[in-house]
Structures are given as structure tokens and as C-alpha cells.
């Protein structure tokens, strides 16, 4: 599975930006697919998971109500929305597919298979 991350760009704090990841070379609609970020000298860390069946969604705290994951099985991608941007959202987004991964492990990166070569997302104060 290729997964290909677009999107990201520079917008001032409190705006808006949607990211899209489109897949490509796997069944989209068997994987669960979450957004992760990793800011300058910061680890990974967990933003968003929608699950493959039903669409069950997942969220970090600190993006609750602000960020909103979605896919479109036909169209093979998944997309976040972010509103209400703050500069600690700074970071490079990347989107990830696992085919085998259960409720417990949505947030984990390890339990992903697939990665997408990330896109920079800047929110200026």
C-alpha cells in the first residue's frame, strides 16, 4: 500500500486547513487509517484513527472538537480536517493504514503497516 499525504501548508493561528491522503495498491476499506504528527525534537505522536468498518473515529485530547477525521472508501482517501489551528499544531502530519489493528491500539504507531511521507502543517501566531 502507498499512501501519499497532501495538504499541509502555512495558515495563521485560529484558521483552517484540510489534509488528504490518498492510498493507493491495497482494499482501502479493510485498512483503519490514522493521522499522526511529529513536531521539531518531539516524538511521534497520535492525532486522529477512523476505523476501517463503521468508522468508528479516535482523537487525541488536545484535538478534540477542533480536528475532524474522515475516508472515503471509493475514492481511497482519508482527510482531516483541522479548525481552530493553534501554533502548537505546528508539525509534519503523516497518515498511516493497518489492517490488523484493534480498538487498544488505534493511537499506536507501532501498529500501523503503511506510512505516508508526511506534510508540513505551520500555524503562525
Known amino acids: 500500500v502507498q499512501l501519499q499525504a497532501s495538504g499541509g501548508g502555512l495558515v495563521q493561528a485560529g484558521g483552517s486547513l484540510g489534509l488528504s491522503c490518498a492510498a493507493s495498491?491495497?482494499?482501502?476499506?479493510?485498512?483503519?487509517m490514522g493521522w499522526f504528527r511529529q513536531a521539531p525534537g518531539q516524538e511521534r505522536e497520535f492525532v486522529a484513527g477512523i476505523r476501517a468498518r463503521g468508522g468508528s473515529t479516535h482523537y487525541t485530547d488536545s484535538v478534540k472538537g477542533r480536528f475532524t477525521i474522515s475516508r472515503d472508501n471509493a475514492k481511497s482517501t482519508v482527510y482531516l480536517q483541522m479548525n481552530s489551528l493553534k501554533p502548537e499544531d505546528t508539525a509534519v502530519y503523516y497518515c498511516a493504514a493497518g489492517s490488523r489493528i484493534i480498538l487498544s491500539e488505534v493511537g499506536s504507531a507501532r501498529a500501523y503497516d503503511y506510512w505516508g511521507q508526511g506534510t508540513l502543517v505551520t500555524v503562525s501566531s
Open positions: 495498491g491495497g482494499t482501502f476499506s479493510r485498512y483503519v
